[in-house]
C-alpha cells in the first residue's frame, strides 16, 4: 500500500464517485412501488448497498482486517483529507478533542435516522449520509493540514470503528526499542534521517500499538525500521490495552448504552407489539382528554417519516413513542448491563472505575453480532422482496449469536485473568456472563419471541 498510493488514490476517488451517484440521484427519481426490485430500480438498488451490504459487511471487515476500510475506501476520508490539503489548516480547538463525541455523533445519527426512516427513503439517506460527508468536508476545509481531523474526532461511526478495530487479528505497532536504538544510530550518523510519516489520523508513531485509531494507510511503515504490520491473536488488545490507550468512559457509554442499548432500541421498534400497544393506549389516552392533534399532526419528512403518497406519514405521537421506546429501552439494557458490570468489578476488589471501563470491553462481539444482525434484516427483507428466501436465516442468526455470546465470554474471563485468580475469578465470571443476558433476551424476542 506504501509503495501503490496512487492505486489507492484511485480506488478511493471511484468509490467517492459511486457513494456520490447513489446518494445522489435515487432521490431524484420517483419512489418505487412495492414490486421495485433491486436491479430493476436504482433506489432499491442504493438501499441494497447502503444498508444491506456496505454498513453490515465494513463492520465484519472491521473485525477481519481492522480499519482498512476507512484508510483505502471510505469517502469521507478521502473527502476530508483532500479538502484538508486545500483548506485553511487551521489547529485542532479543545472543544473537539472532547472524548464523547463519538458517543453523541453514534447517538444523534441512530435516532435521527430512524425519526426520518432513513432505511427506507433516498431523502433521508441523503440527509442522514450526505450531511455527514457534507459536515467531513467542512471540517477538512477548516482543520489541519492534509489529515483526517473529521475521522479522529468527530466522525459518527468511528467511535464504534475504533472498538471493533480491538478485536481485529493484526495491526501496525511501533517497537519503541527499536525506535530508539534507531535513533541512536541517526546521531552516531550510521543511518540517515528519513522524513516523519505523514500520519493522517495524527497518532504519535512512537507509541502506536493499538488498532483503534490507526487507519493502516501504511505510510509510516517500516519508519526507523521500527513500525510494521504484525500478526496478533483476535482480542489480544480488548483484554490488555496498550497503556497509552487504556479504556476509557466514553468507550463504556458507547458500548453499554450505544450499541447494546440505542441501537437494539432503534432495531426493535418498528418490530415491537409493545410499542404498539402504548401508541393504541396513548391515542385512547389523548382522545379522552379532547387531545386528538398529537394524532393528527405530521411534520415535514425532514424531521418526521412523511410520505402519504406511500401511506407512511409519522404523527407527532409516533415520533414522541419512537423516542420514548428507545431511550427506555436504552435505559433498561444499558442499566442492566451496567449493573452487571459493576457487581463484577466490585467482586474483584477494590472499586475502581477505570476497571469497569475496561470490563466492558468483553461485550464487543456481542454488541458487534447485534448491530450486524439489525443491519441485516434489511438485507434480507430486500432479498426477499427478490423472491430469495433464505430459509436458514434463523439458524444463521442463532450461529453468530451463539459465536458473539461465547467470544464475549472468553474475552470477559480474560479480562477477570488480569485483575484476580482462583475462585475470586470465577465469581466475578457470573455478573460477567449475566450482563450478556439482558441482550440476548432483546434479540431473542425479535427474532424469535415477537
Ligand atoms: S499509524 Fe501509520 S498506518 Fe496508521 S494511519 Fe497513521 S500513518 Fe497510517
Known amino acids: 500500500m506504501k509503495h501503490h498510493r496512487r492505486w489507492i488514490l484511485t480506488l478511493q476517488w471511484a468509490v467517492v464517485a459511486f457513494y456520490a451517484v447513489l446518494l445522489l440521484v435515487p ?17 432499491v438498488f442504493a438501499e441494497f448497498v447502503f444498508w444491506g451490504i456496505w454498513w453490515p459487511f465494513v463492520m465484519v471487515s472491521m473485525v477481519v482486517a481492522g480499519r482498512l476500510w476507512c484508510g483505502m475506501m471510505c469517502p469521507e476520508g478521502a473527502i476530508t483529507e483532500a479538502a484538508s490539503r486545500v483548506g485553511m489548516g ?13 458517543f453523541v455523533g453514534f447517538a444523534m445519527t441512530t435516532i435521527y435516522g430512524q425519526l426520518v426512516s432513513v432505511y427506507q427513503y433516498p431523502k433521508a439517506a441523503l440527509l442522514v449520509l450526505g450531511g455527514s460527508t457534507l459536515a467531513a468536508a467542512v471540517i477538512g476545509l477548516v482543520y489541519g493540514k492534509g489529515k483526517r481531523v473529521w475521522c479522529r474526532h468527530l466522525c459518527p461511526v468511528s467511535g464504534v470503528f475504533a472498538l471493533l478495530a480491538k478485536l481485529a487479528p493484526l495491526h501496525y505497532r511501533a517497537d519503541p526499542e527499536v525506535w530508539t536504538e534507531h ?92 410499542f404498539v400497544a402504548a401508541k393504541q393506549q396513548a391515542a385512547v389516552w389523548l382522545y379522552q382528554r379532547g387531545w386528538g392533534w398529537p394524532l393528527e399532526t405530521s411534520a415535514p419528512w425532514w424531521l418526521l417519516t412523511h410520505y402519504p403518497e406511500h401511506n407512511d406519514v409519522f404523527t407527532l405521537l409516533d415520533g414522541a413513542l419512537l423516542l420514548g421506546y ?26 475502581r472505575w477505570q476497571r469497569l471501563w475496561h470490563l466492558s470491553y468483553a461485550l464487543i462481539p456481542l454488541a458487534a453480532v447485534g448491530v450486524f444482525l439489525g443491519l441485516s434484516m434489511t ?22 449469536l451463539g459465536l458473539g455470546v461465547v467470544a464475549s465470554a472468553g474475552l470477559g ?13 470465577l465469581a466475578a465470571m457470573l455478573p460477567m456472563l449475566a450482563a450478556q443476558a439482558p441482550v440476548i433476551g432483546a434479540w431473542w424476542l425479535l427474532f424469535w419471541g415477537w
Not at 432521490?27 to 433506489?43: F, G, K, Q, S, V
Not at 439494557?333 to 468489578?345: A, E, F, K, P, Y
Not at 474471563?413 to 488480569?418: H, V
Request: proline residues 8%; hydrophobic residues 45%; aromatic residues 8%.
Open 326 to 351: 428507545i431511550g427506555v429501552t436504552t435505559l433498561v439494557l444499558g442499566g442492566l448491563v451496567s449493573l452487571s458490570l459493576s457487581l463484577t468489578n466490585r467482586l474483584l476488589g477494590r472499586w
Open 90 to 102: 487551521r489547529a485542532i480547538p479543545r472543544w473537539m478533542r472532547w472524548g464523547g463525541w463519538p
Open 379 to 400: 438485507t434480507l427483507t430486500l432479498l426477499r422482496g427478490d423472491g430469495l428466501l433464505i430459509h436458514w436465516a434463523n439458524d444463521a442468526r442463532a450461529l453468530l
Open 183 to 274: 535513533g541512536r544510530r541517526q546521531r552516531r550518523r550510521e543511518v540517515s534521517r528519513s522524513r516523519a510519516p505523514d500520519c493522517p489520523v495524527l497518532i504519535p508513531l512512537k507509541q502506536l500499538d493499538s488498532a483503534s485509531d490507526c487507519h493502516l494507510c501504511s505510510r509510516c511503515s517500516g519508519y526507523k525500521d521500527a513500525i510494521h504490520l504484525e500478526l496478533r491473536a483476535p482480542g489480544i488488545e480488548v483484554v490488555s490495552p496498550p497503556p497509552q490507550r487504556p479504556a476509557t468512559l466514553w468507550e463504556f457509554v458507547l458500548v453499554v448504552f450505544g450499541l447494546l442499548g440505542i441501537a437494539v432500541g432503534a432495531f426493535h421498534w418498528s418490530a415491537s407489539p409493545w
Open 27 to 43: 432521490p431524484l427519481l420517483p419512489l418505487p412501488n412495492h414490486e421495485a426490485r433491486i436491479l430493476d430500480h436504482l433506489t
Open 413 to 425: 474471563w480474560g479480562i477477570l485473568g488480569r485483575y484476580a485468580s482462583g475462585p475470586r475469578r
